[in-house]
């Protein structure tokens, strides 16, 4: 992830984050006293020779868990070993993302990996090791039903995994739902009832990756895990930007450009782009999905001003009619607002805080709805800038340009690698 599949080219990519952020160098010697600055953190995961998998899905389950582990921004080599009795997995991470972030391991880390493996795992249904005597992440009663595969919230989690296959957006996953006979409550937290069921369970309960933000961001990448293509397929548009990458590396290690150049083929790794065409008609799907969404998005926040400034109205009148004695002012001011309340039936402070509570609900359904916006926004810049720049290389000599234009800026010359 975020590497090319050869050890040299990730070598050199590792290399070049880590002295971006970490203000050292990569190569450089250990102390003589004391431990020396870790740079990359080796993981294994392992399984169980009873379990009889191929190397193919060990390494994919491997590339999964990786993904779901570390994120997008994370350099990660994954080595699938059969050289023992069980097959296992290597990953050797480097310890910044190339967002900057460190990445440090600790026991608490470990414990968190080990339970997305298992869970990545019991995605690919392979087992996951059992967890020791007296420690469960479920409630003895939910564990029973679970058993006995009369779990409610099992049910809902199994239906809202296979909607989540064919939906666009947190609204209509629910809208689903509820043509299916679940009952849907929308409020500060969303709550679901399934058919028959006693109680409705709100959806932060189901697990981590059922909130409305996790749910919004599967949606957006859920095809991340499923239908995983390998890197090492054949790409001519990495394969152009790391041809580039390269180049430039050559002729001059430190230049600038090179970190742009990295981060779009971090974006062409990790959204598996193949060719400049998909980049384009991802374009084009984007910008009309940013302009549907910014519709939406509009006409609910015009709706919801209409009503916050009726909120405003409501909040003073109730306030004047609490006087024991108005003023000539005051006076003309209720009766000003009363004719607008009365219009939108709000006659009493229940009917206030009636509207309040509509208020609330329409700001939080608009929540998902403006962060997927965001995030259309920022995949259109990405691949708008993948284009872009891979239009530039197509044109000519891209690296000889670059030279000429930090010289022609008076730029101090990055020195040739010897």
């Not at 006293?33 to 995961?45: D, E, F, L, R, W």
């Not at 998005?297 to 209409?306: A, D, I």
Request: hydrophobic fraction near 30%; proline fraction near 4%.
């Amino acid at each position: 992830m975020n590497c090319i599949p050869d050890s040299r080219c990730a070598y050199l990519a590792m290399k070049l984050v880590y002295e971006q952020f970490s203000g050292s160098k990569f190569d450089e010697p250990p102390p003589k006293n004391g431990k020396g600055k870790v740079k990359a953190i080796h993981y294994i995961q392992s399984f169980d020779p009873k379990d009889d998998i191929t190397p193919e899905l060990a390494h994919k389950i491997g590339r999964t868990f990786a993904r779901k582990a570390f994120g997008d921004n994370c350099q990660i080599v994954i080595a699938t070993h059969v050289d023992k009795k069980h097959i296992h997995n290597h990953f050797i991470i480097n310890v910044y993302g190339i967002d900057g972030r460190k990445f440090n391991d600790n026991l608490t880390t470990r414990k968190n990996l080990r339970e997305i493996s298992d869970r990545v795992c019991l995605a690919f249904g392979i087992k996951p090791i059992e967890p020791k005597q007296g420690v469960s992440n479920i409630d003895h009663s939910e564990w029973e039903h679970k058993q006995r595969g009369t779990s409610w919230k099992e049910k809902i989690r199994s239906e809202i995994d296979r909607l989540i296959l064919r939906v666009k957006n947190v609204d209509e996953l629910l809208a689903e739902l509820e043509y299916l006979g679940y009952t849907v409550k929308r409020g500060k937290y969303i709550s679901i009832k399934a058919p028959d069921q006693q109680r409705a369970v709100r959806l932060k309960t189901l697990g981590e990756d059922y909130t409305v933000e996790q749910l919004a961001s599967r949606i957006l990448w859920r095809d991340v895990g499923a239908g995983f293509n390998d890197l090492c397929e054949k790409s001519a548009l990495r394969d152009k930007y790391s041809e580039t990458v390269s180049g430039i590396q050559r002729v001059a290690e430190n230049h600038p450009s090179l970190e742009q150049l990295g981060n779009l083929l971090t974006v062409i790794n990790r959204d598996r782009l193949q060719s400049i065409g998909e980049v384009e008609g991802k374009i084009r799907t984007l910008e009309y999905e940013l302009e549907k969404t910014r519709r939406e998005v509009n006409t609910m926040e015009t709706k919801c001003n209409l009503l916050k400034n009726l909120e405003a109205q409501a909040e003073e009148y109730f306030a004047l009619m609490d006087k024991p004695t108005l003023t000539a002012e005051e006076q003309l001011r209720v009766n000003m607002y009363q004719e607008a309340l009365t219009q939108q039936n709000i006659n009493s402070h229940s009917d206030y805080d009636y509207l309040k509570k509509v208020i609330s609900e329409m700001e939080q359904k608009a929540e998902p709805v403006k962060a997927y916006y965001n995030k259309c926004a920022t995949l259109l810049k990405e691949y708008s800038d993948v284009a872009d720049t891979y239009n530039e290389i197509s044109q000519g000599d891209y690296i000889s340009k670059l030279i000429e234009q930090q010289r022609k800026k008076g730029e101090p010359q990055p020195r040739p690698r010897r």
